[in-house]
């Protein structure tokens, strides 16, 4: 096959000899390389290796120093100022010396931050703002907060949505940090607290702010979308609670020299809902600090506020130990506590308090209804996906919140109603009753009937129906005082004074809110009993010390609720309240026995303990004129309960050996309870604690001998010297006080025993205290019985 042409050309192609054209040069061969190269300078005046560094001035990993960060940070770049608050971390981090010298300079930052245009740069506020509280000193921001606030103020009414929910965020954090001044001047609608509180109203469109007026449009024309709602919902509630709650801890940084003092702080922030039951604001101090307050002589020896009310009672103030003969200061080193003489809020703090808290309700009640209503059918939906999970979480979040505003806002009120006009009174109680009746339809909102959650949800729920129960006994409770003759010894005219109460309590609650107290006092006790199951926990669960603690002020409502009618009947097949059975009975049942399952060393015990204490000490309080009676033998919690009443005496003495040296102050707290209940409940308390007590000093065992007991074991200094002599003190009072009353239920034998034990432990600690316990013992028994 004869070639083609292309093969042709290509073959003559390779054998000639290329032609060069005028003025084209020669050209390139095809395999030439390439050796031309470019030159450029580069400029580099921060790394000159002529140049020595300062290595004292502070720089960032990317060689910036304050001043440069602090121009950064007005660039009109908004990445570089993002960076540049990044930086300013990472540099007062690494050096402290910044902190407090340029902390006008960061002051700065914030302020120019907080109405920043760019949202990635507000975005980096909170988390800066946080970080740089948490290394700073608690008072190094406090001269700069007036001018913080008045930007948050501008902030939070700023034209653009955006810039105000961002706000938000930054101030919940000095909410955080600084409660007590971000609220300040709120309940009197001025200062701080009352533009704060104008501002986060407005975010919500709603005006008014405490008044409880009329209500004017706020800055958010459009409604809030419910992410967006919820981040202000949220640090509302924040708010509110730092403004109502007046027993918040300090947020000073001092701490408590002394142990009763300690004590002391932890009881009145404990027995705030007792308040109510009380005649006067003094009369309730002396109750909270009934357990826990050092006598004004001296800590750890045998003086009258051991032995009750009125220690002229037992003719013993020919016995008092001579200062002269034992030095008690020398004893003990613990100061007075503080705030004995007052309740740590005075009565015209709480009736403005009251007033605000209406006027609160009143502007946000519509508010809240309408955003119950829209989240809980996506929230409680029992046949919700896998995908809906994320927005249920939302709608859970926003509806817990709502919750929890309900009750700060009902408990204030309905806590203070005295001091309110009836008019207000009367619209609060209708939207509140508004509210529960809506949320009843889901109450329990933990039960197993709502698809699985997670634990943050189960938690919410929890907390939701902590919620609920507190709002619904607060509400249900109508508050009425016991006549003065039940302080008579006629047993016939406080069996009527009391009965009178009673009555006045069943007219003022209405039948809606009978069975709403119903749902809560089964719901209540069968939380009490690890009873409530829930899908997470389908065998019941049980009660954290926090969530105890949050459920006491409910159980105290239950317990104070009236027994039925004598005309109730009985029906077989009704639940235990439906049936007339006395709520405050059934509460109280539950009590004792959640109570008696606890270990001795559980943090909820030490809860528990006290809480069943002061139940048990309310009516030796001349000024105590609640309807809670467990003494008053025509009271049905004095029969249904004693037997209870009884075993919680006989827990004490193994309470206190288990504590030993572990927990000194839950045994400090079962001595001083003991030494109190004493003057009360002497001839219960003997029987159940003698025997039992001289173990704590000395255990004897047959097959060993004596062996020291926990007693021995405890500290010589500081909190364990206190609980040490109050220990010897307890022990003296149940060797000699029978005697005092002429009472032969505390046997020779156990008494001499027990003194037996005492004698033995003091022995074998007297090398290491220097004899001190021995002196103090024989000081006491030479007093005269």
């Known amino acids: 096959m004869p070639k083609s042409a292309k093969q042709k050309k290509a073959k003559v192609a390779d054998f000639s000899k290329a032609k060069f054209k005028l003025g084209k040069g020669k050209q390139q061969a095809n395999n030439a390389t390439d050796t031309s190269y470019k030159a450029r300078s580069i400029v580099l005046p921060n790394q000159s290796i002529s140049v020595e560094h300062d290595e004292t001035v502070p720089l960032t990993k990317r060689n910036h120093t304050f001043a440069d960060l602090i121009v950064q940070s007005k660039h009109y770049n908004a990445g570089i100022r993002k960076d540049a608050i990044y930086g300013l971390k990472e540099i007062l981090t690494a050096y402290p010396s910044l902190r407090v010298k340029e902390l006008s300079s960061v002051v700065g930052v914030i302020v120019r931050y907080i109405n920043d245009e760019d949202s990635s740069v507000r975005k980096t506020l909170p988390v800066f703002l946080s970080h740089l509280l948490s290394i700073l000193p608690h008072s190094g921001l406090i001269p700069h907060l007036p001018v913080i606030f008045l930007h948050f103020s501008s902030a939070l009414s700023h034209i653009f949505p955006e810039v105000r929910i961002d706000a938000v965020k930054s101030f919940r954090v000095l909410l955080e940090h600084y409660p007590s001044l971000c609220v300040e001047g709120w309940v009197q609608n001025r200062g701080t607290g009352g533009r704060a509180g104008e501002g986060l109203m407005g975010v919500l469109g709603l005006g008014g702010g405490n008044n409880g007026g009329k209500q004017q449009a706020g800055v958010a024309s ?21 403004a109502l709650d007046s027993n918040m801890p300090s947020t000073s940084t001092a701490s408590a020299t002394s142990s009763s003092s300690s004590i002391a702080a932890t009881s009145r922030e404990s027995t705030w809902f007792f308040a109510h039951s009380f005649a006067s604001p003094v009369a309730f101090a002396e109750f909270s600090n009934s357990l826990t307050s050092t006598p004004s002589s001296s800590a750890g020896r045998v003086d009258s506020w051991a032995l009750g009310t009125t220690p002229d009672a037992w003719d013993l103030s020919s016995l008092a130990i001579n200062s002269s003969s034992l030095s008690s200061s020398s004893l003990i080193s613990s100061s007075p506590a503080e705030g004995r ?17 209406a006027g609160m309700y009143q502007s946000l009640h519509p508010l809240l209804l309408s955003t119950f209503l829209d989240a809980a059918p996506g929230a409680f939906d029992p046949s919700g996906s896998i995908t809906q999970v994320s927005v249920a979480g939302e709608e859970l979040e926003l509806i817990a919140v709502v919750g929890e505003l309900a009750s700060v806002l009902g408990r204030t009120v309905m806590g203070n109603s005295e001091s309110l006009p009836r008019e207000t009174l009367s619209g609060v109680k209708k939207g509140l009753r508004t509210m529960l009746n809506h949320m009843a339809v889901y109450f329990p909102f933990n039960s197993s009937t709502f698809q699985k959650r997670d634990v943050k949800s189960e938690s919410l729920l929890l907390s939701l129906s902590l919620a609920f129960s507190s709002l619904v006994a607060q509400v249900s409770l109508t508050h009425s005082s016991v006549a003065p003759r039940t302080k008579s010894s006629n047993p016939t005219e406080r069996k009527k004074a009391l ?4 009555t006045r309590m069943r007219k003022g609650t209405g039948a809606s809110e ?13 939380l009490l009993r690890g009873e409530t199951v829930s899908a ?20 105290w409502s239950l317990l104070c609720q009236p027994p039925p009618a004598p005309a109730v009947k009985t029906d077989q097949t009704a639940s235990p309240v439906e049936n007339g059975k006395n709520v405050s009975l059934l509460i ?3 009590v004792f026995e959640h109570y008696n399952r606890l270990k001795s060393l559980d943090p909820t015990k030490k809860i528990g303990l006290e809480f069943l204490g002061r139940l048990c000490l309310l009516e030796t309080f001349t000024l105590y004129n609640g309807p809670f009676r467990l003494r008053e033998p025509s009271s049905v919690l004095t029969s249904g309960l004693a037997s209870e009443v009884e075993n919680f005496f006989k827990t004490l003495p193994r309470i206190i050996w288990e504590a030993g040296s572990k927990d000194l102050q839950l045994s400090e707290l079962v001595l001083r309870l003991t030494q109190t209940m004493l003057k009360t409940y002497l001839n219960r308390i003997l029987p159940a604690i003698l025997p039992s007590f001289p173990s704590y000093f000395t255990m004897n065992i047959p097959s060993r001998g004596a062996l020291p007991g926990p007693w021995t074991k405890l500290p010589l200094e500081g909190r364990g010297r206190v609980v040490r002599m109050l220990a010897i003190d307890t022990a003296w009072l149940l060797c000699n006080l029978s005697i005092l009353e002429g009472s032969a239920v505390a046997d020779k034998d156990q008494r001499q025993a027990l003194e037996k034990a005492v004698e033995q432990a003091v022995d074998v600690v007297a090398v290491e205290d220097k004899g001190e316990a021995s002196r103090y013992w024989v000081g006491l028994k030479e007093l005269k019985r």
């Open 514 to 526: 009978k069975v709403l107290v119903d749902k809560v006092a089964v719901w209540v006790s069968e």
């Open 536 to 555: 997470s926990s389908p065998l019941g669960q049980s009660l954290p010390s926090h969530t105890y603690e949050a459920l006491l002020p409910t159980i």
């Open 222 to 242: 459009v409604p809030l979308k419910s992410g967006a709602k919820l981040i202000v919902l949220q640090a509302l509630e924040k708010f509110l609670k730092a």
């Open 341 to 357: 003489e007052g309740s740590g809020i005075q009565p015209v703090e709480r009736r403005e308090k009251a007033r605000a808290a």
């Open 499 to 502: 009965e009178e109460c009673y």
């Open 588 to 590: 109280g049942k539950a």
